[in-house]
């Protein structure tokens, strides 16, 4: 079982730093040159890649029955929308830190950590609303072990991500 939890992981930081990478490369090309290298197309496209591979990670790992499986799915989908909105909000706040990084004021800087924070609390908010539903289609070592997995690629997309956006300039 920590074989494959391990496995698990790595496929998705291999899944992460990859398109991450390359998101960064074109970052620097496009700082380089006055023409965009990421579309909202290129972005929306990553993020169905990681939604799809964070569902592979969460069925590989949760090892449930046919029965189970019948029930957490829809629900597990129903959460990911919920959780979308919170992503959509992230990104839309790191589309505005990119577009305002080389004039930002200190109001505008405060502004974007406020919103920052404001949506992390959202995330969790989420995860705290969707419990229930989660308890009342798995037992409940089944159910906590489902947060634990989604807190943990939730932290490690969150890493990869933060590990790409530049601090803010004094």
Do not use: C, H
Not at 19 to 33: E, G, K
């Amino acid at each position: 079982m920590l074989k494959k939890s391990i496995v698990a992981v790595l496929t998705l930081v291999v899944a992460l730093v990859l398109p991450a990478t390359m998101l960064a490369q074109q970052a620097q090309q496009t700082q380089q040159s006055s023409t965009p290298a990421v579309t909202d197309k290129d972005i929306q496209m990553l993020r169905a890649d990681i939604r799809s591979q964070r569902k592979q990670i969460v069925a590989a790992n949760m090892q449930l029955t046919d029965a189970e499986a019948t029930k957490f799915w829809p629900v597990y989908d129903a959460y990911m929308q919920d959780v979308q909105k919170n992503a959509d909000t992230r990104v839309a706040l790191i589309k505005e830190y990119a577009q305002t990084y080389d004039t930002m004021t200190d109001a505008q800087a405060l502004s974007l950590v406020k919103r920052w924070g404001a949506t992390d609390q959202a995330f969790t908010n989420t995860r705290v609303n969707w419990m229930s539903k989660f308890e009342s289609v798995l037992p409940g070592k089944k159910a906590a072990l489902f947060y634990q997995i989604d807190r943990r690629l939730s932290q490690l997309i969150d890493l990869q991500m933060m590990s790409l956006i530049p601090l803010i300039q004094q």
